[in-house]
């Protein structure tokens, strides 16, 4: 037990030596391996007969424009209104939004290890501490991840992949985590399209520098989330089993990419243990539905990965009855990518944000066995047809309802954050405590906004400013802390005369068996409207619309609610507590 406590702590003080030393080994010893020989040769390549790396024909006029109208159009969508106005948020308001390098997320205590978690915003924050310019990096991302798709596929139609690419844009998983800047499995997703290039490159005639490169971005990749080890390591073990049934045993020892990937795994599953070995694992215990209530929340909020998971089910069985070979990049990739799922539902984590790598690797699959089949079986065209349509509509509708959802709790959160904030601010008004009936998390990202926005509230052990506003609301906070990871005090109470009441966007006291009065706390005193206002969309000629797809997709959480379009759907409101009159006797 000493040795491990000796471990953790090392880890935490000497990670980035610890990181940089493992990043050395296994990128060194593959490339003594393919220096030496011991890598295949150009005619034993799995994609020997794959001569020509680019791709002999283009998309049509219509669907290139079509498709450059919508990218565009997502990407105005991705940066318009947008602020550090989301959960999570406190990643950035408290660090480099104002200036404060985040640390690496080494967190033991309650049983997280994603180290390079938010730390590309260190740089970025240098150019500009803005969610605009966090934004374009992910949209550079984006960008260079779609062209090395498209380059890496040459034998699939290039309509079709601008069609998969317009889906992809829009699905659950993978839209949300592009849209959103807490999602650190978008460098996942990036990842995941390097990968794929540099692996096919590699293929078709090994080189030193497609090696570095597919072994350098699994590292990398790694430590943005743990449960990326899944995806990554079956997908180098099973290109091993592959080779080795092809060549034997000594096929395995020419195989310097997949060496070098699972050694990176190796190495990151050591430090994942040393970090969690003397810790607890609050993280997932408390936000854990159970494996199977998560994974059917998966499988049904996201349509792509229940296409995926069935065709490739049918794909192995197949292939295996024929007796044929399976493919030596896709089928690999695919199966990480089951292996992946199954590493998040055993957590119990039920957030669909968490497979956007998943998902990314489905359409890529999905793309792949739909191609060959349309190509060896015409009497399934029709099926193909009609199932990829409605897995593709289906995808399009609940990533669309997401993407809606999020934008306007942005744009709601803003809002009524500037209403707090020219409260506050305004000349001669009276102190008073701000009640937010909310859970703890969002009350204490909504209070580390306001704080970015430039008001000052108590922190625990350090003198309280002469303006510091007093915060309080309906969550039973453990020892007056918003959260005990941060120092905001937040004090659990009813709302009392006085106090300025704010509805946020996430909350719209979803409980509606329950009055508002039973939630604040209200019985006798009443509410001054100071603001309200509810989304746009509730009294535009888009309202049928949206709530058409907000009755048939899943919230955010995975949740089918099957309800009508609240009326006060992500609606906001601040209000004044002020003393019921007592009627005269």
Known sequence: MHYLHYSSWALLRFFWAIWAVGLFAVTLGPLLMFSRGFSEQRAGSPFATELETGRADKPSMLAAIGFGVFFALYLGFMFWGEDFAYQDGHAFTDYTAIGIPRPPAIWPGIGRFWPLGYYEYNFIAHLSPTATAYLVFGAIQLVVGFWLLYQAM??????????????????????VDYAELTYADRNVCFAVCLLVYAVRRYDQKPAASWLLAAIVVSYFALYFKETTAALLGTFALARLALKAKRGGLRAMWQSPLEIGIALSCTYFALQLGAALATGTFEYVQRGSVGALRAAMRYL???PLLLAFHVAFGVHVVLTLRKGAKFDPLWDPLALGAVLHLAAVCVTGMAEVYLLGPTELVAALVLVHLASRWWEERASLRPILVWVGGATALATVIFGTYRLIERKNAVWQWQDVA??????????????????IPAEDGVVMNFVSFLRYKGLHFKLRGQPAPADAIDVAGSEAFHEDLCVDYEELVCRHDVARAGDLVVRLPQQSWSNRERSSDDVLGLHDTKLEPVFQRTPLELSSPFRPLLAAIYRVSPTMNGNFDGTPLP????????????????PPN
Do not use: C, E
């Open 154 to 175: 040459p034998h699939q139609s290039p309509n079709l992949l601008l069609f998969m690419f317009t889906v992809l844009m829009l699905a659950p998983a993978f839209g």
């Open 300 to 302: 049904t909020g996201a």
């Open 418 to 435: 500037s209403v707090v904030v020219d409260y506050y601010k305004a000349p001669g008004t009276q102190k008073a405590r701000l009640y």
């Open 567 to 582: 009326d006060d759907w992500m609606g906001i409101s601040v209000s004044k507590v002020v003393p019921s009159v007592a």
